[in-house]
């Protein structure tokens, strides 16, 4: 039975944990599509086409283990699970998307949802040279409080992949400001709930943030009033050129490359066969 383990240490709660915690979980799942077992249906295919695969790792041991950062509720974790990792490690901070993966994972003993912060959880939980795959998807990255932090896990993803095993990370490169209506982008609509984010680019941080308000109209029948709830965080700004530098900087090699609708990039990398410096 899949169970939500403490973290090893305490951790912090930055502003984005507490955006989660407070407001943006109650709506992830429905914002991604509301069936968490298509999610990862579909999510096991992409991690297929990129060629995360328990066999790539080199080692009898190596490659079994499968590192999902900033997992949310879960689907790229139940597709790792699915694709055959012997075990997978989901690491989030939001204790309700942790509680949502470990009641929908239940009868996946290979998925340990795991509270730990992202920045410290592969030096803290994973033994050096030992993970197959580590993604870290869904934007988690911007999330990070500085580009120190950014660059810092690369190097801590270089050292726990075994070599030859794989790591992916999907971004949003936001350093270029949205002007006018190209501000607010729809992110779901049914008849009881709307999504929409409004980006603002302030100038008291220059361009290392981008402020990212949540706006979530809902009712409660169809002739009901519409409520609006909203609330508001930072995201970094992290240029594609400067993440495609650190990720060689931590001795990643990159394999492929894709770019996606709202500014998202997806960066599938290796581990060499050299010993990867923190």
């Known amino acids: 039975m899949t169970t939500t383990t403490p973290a090893p240490t305490p951790v912090p709660t930055p502003v984005a944990v507490d955006h989660y ?7 992830y799942t429905w914002m991604l599509g509301g069936d968490l077992d298509a999610l990862a249906a579909g999510q096991r295919a992409a ?22 950062l900033g997992c949310g509720p879960g689907h790229t974790s139940l597709a790792l699970a699915a694709l055959g990792f012997d075990s997978v490690l989901a690491v989030d901070l939001s204790r309700p998307l942790l509680g949502e993966l ?6 996946l003993p290979a998925v340990r949802a795991v509270r730990a912060d992202v920045r410290t ?32 896990l690369f190097a801590d993803v270089a050292a726990a992949l075994a070599p030859g095993g794989t790591a992916v990370f999907a971004y949003r490169d936001l350093t270029v400001p949205l002007t006018g209506t190209d501000r607010f982008l729809p992110v779901r609509a049914t008849e009881d709930r709307i999504m929409t984010c409004f980006l603002e680019y302030p100038d008291d941080y220059d361009d290392y943030t981008v402020v990212v308000h949540d706006l979530v109209h ?13 609330r508001s965080y930072r995201k970094l700004r992290l240029s594609h050129a400067w993440v495609l530098e650190q990720l060689r ?13 709202g500014g998202m990039r997806t960066v599938v990398l290796e581990r060499g066969c050299g010993r990867p410096g923190r």
């Open 218 to 230: 809902e009712r409660d029948a169809p002739d009901a009033t519409w409520t609006l709830t909203a």
């Open 21 to 27: 915690d407070r407001f943006l979980a109650e709506h």
């Open 47 to 68: 991690l297929a086409g990129w060629g995360v695969t328990p066999g790539s790792a080199i080692g009898t041991a190596a490659g079994s283990l499968a590192v999902d």
């Open 249 to 261: 900087t931590a001795g990643l090699r990159v394999r492929r490359e894709e770019s996606g609708a």
């Open 102 to 107: 470990a009641a929908h994972a239940a009868h």
């Open 121 to 152: 959880a592969l030096r803290e939980l994973v033994r050096p040279g030992s993970a197959g795959a580590v993604v870290c998807l869904g934007d988690t990255l911007t999330h990070l409080p500085t580009r120190a932090d950014v660059a810092a």
